[in-house]
């Protein structure tokens, strides 16, 4: 585990989501129930002890967090993000 530096207000992200939500965006609201649906198969990966399944859930669901707001990533963050996968990890979020 490590730490970027970088800090990001949730509340301005949250906000941005509920907003859109609120507004019917289509693209927000699956992104949003696709991810509850990752937290279940997590937990199953989880609860099974499938290590390498719930590395590729949160790399699938760092995917779709990015895909939610511009303020979840920097090019910093996506360039360490990627070091990382070339280098083994499995993933990141």
């Not at 507004?23 to 129930?33: E, P, T, V």
């Not at 590395?55 to 669901?61: D, F, K, T, W």
Request: glycine fraction near 8%; hydrophobic fraction near 35%.
């Amino acid at each position: 585990m490590v730490s970027t530096g970088f800090y990001r207000a949730a509340s301005q992200v949250l906000k941005e989501q509920d907003e859109r939500s609120k507004k019917n965006d289509q693209a927000m609201i699956d992104n949003l129930h696709y991810v509850k649906e990752l937290g279940y198969r997590s937990l199953a990966a989880i609860e099974s002890g499938n290590l390498n399944d719930f590395g590729r859930l949160m790399h699938e669901h760092w995917e779709h967090k990015k895909k939610r707001s511009g303020l979840m990533s920097n090019p910093d963050i996506d360039r360490w993000y990627q070091l990382g996968i070339d280098n083994g990890a499995t993933a990141a979020s």
